[in-house]
């Protein structure tokens, strides 16, 4: 069966300062991976997705990740954080095997900006 | 934004009570999901749907059920409201190339 795994459910990062947010898999399949960011009040938006083309996927608002099949992550990363990075974050696996697109997420990481 | 919409987007009922909610699409998706969100669980699948009238159950169906008799609409029903389905409610389809799952605004659900 697959899951995700998100260590961390709080992150505090200054601004300006990296954002690193861990994701690991287990999945008996190739995956499709995807990193979701939810901001107070609204839905899933999605921020990026590994499909198996490349390894390192850049997404929108300056974010990137990088598929380690070794290591079975998904790590999210940003460079230079800003305040308007201030939100949940949420890591998923597609279900290829079950042929229905199901999603299996993680439990979330909140990231928390300091001026 | 993959033209989804749910309604109501917020609701208080009672204990007891049924209670449906909406999913409505306008790009002729044929998968959707029901899912609901609380702190420390992430999202949860309660149903979803390949088709009309084609559904079937996520984690956590227990007391809901759903129907789709339109590509359009999807419904999620509880029979009985419980203070146990206090959540927020999201409505999602695939609609990308790669299984990628579009998501609607949310339904905050209280129930006393």
């Known amino acids: 069966a697959q899951s995700v795994t998100q260590l961390g459910s709080h992150v505090s990062v200054s601004e300006g300062a990296l954002v690193l947010l861990r994701c690991n898999y287990s999945?008996?399949?190739?995956?499709?991976l995807f990193w979701y960011v939810q901001y107070p009040n609204q839905g899933l938006q999605l921020l990026l997705k590994y499909t198996s083309a490349a390894t390192l996927v850049k997404g929108i608002n300056g974010f990137e990740a990088e598929f380690k099949k070794s290591e079975t992550s998904f790590h999210l990363t940003k460079p230079s954080a800003h305040m308007r990075d201030a939100a949940e974050y949420f890591c998923?696996?597609?279900?290829?095997?079950?042929?229905?697109?199901?999603?299996?997420f993680g439990t979330g990481t909140r990231l928390k900006v300091l001026a | 934004d993959a033209g989804i919409t749910q309604s109501p987007r917020h609701k208080v009922t009672e204990t007891g009570t049924p209670v449906t909610l909406r999913c409505h699409q306008t790009?002729?998706?044929?998968?959707m999901y029901w899912y609901r969100q609380d702190p420390g669980h992430g999202l949860r699948l309660i149903h979803y749907?390949?088709?009309?009238?084609?559904?079937d159950k996520g984690e956590v169906s227990d007391g809901y059920s759903v129907s789709r008799s339109k590509t359009e609409d999807f419904l999620l029903t509880l029979e009985s409201a419980t203070s146990s389905q206090t959540s927020v409610y999201f409505c999602?389809?695939?609609?990308?190339?790669?299984?990628?799952?579009?998501f609607g605004p949310g339904t905050r659900l209280t129930v006393l």
């Open positions: 999602a389809v695939t609609g990308g190339g790669y299984n990628e799952q579009f």
């Open positions: 790009e002729n998706h044929r998968y």
């Open positions: 998923a696996v597609s279900d290829l095997a079950s042929g229905t697109y199901k999603y299996i």
């Open positions: 749907s390949y088709g009309v009238k084609d559904t």
């Open positions: 999945s008996s399949v190739p995956p499709y």
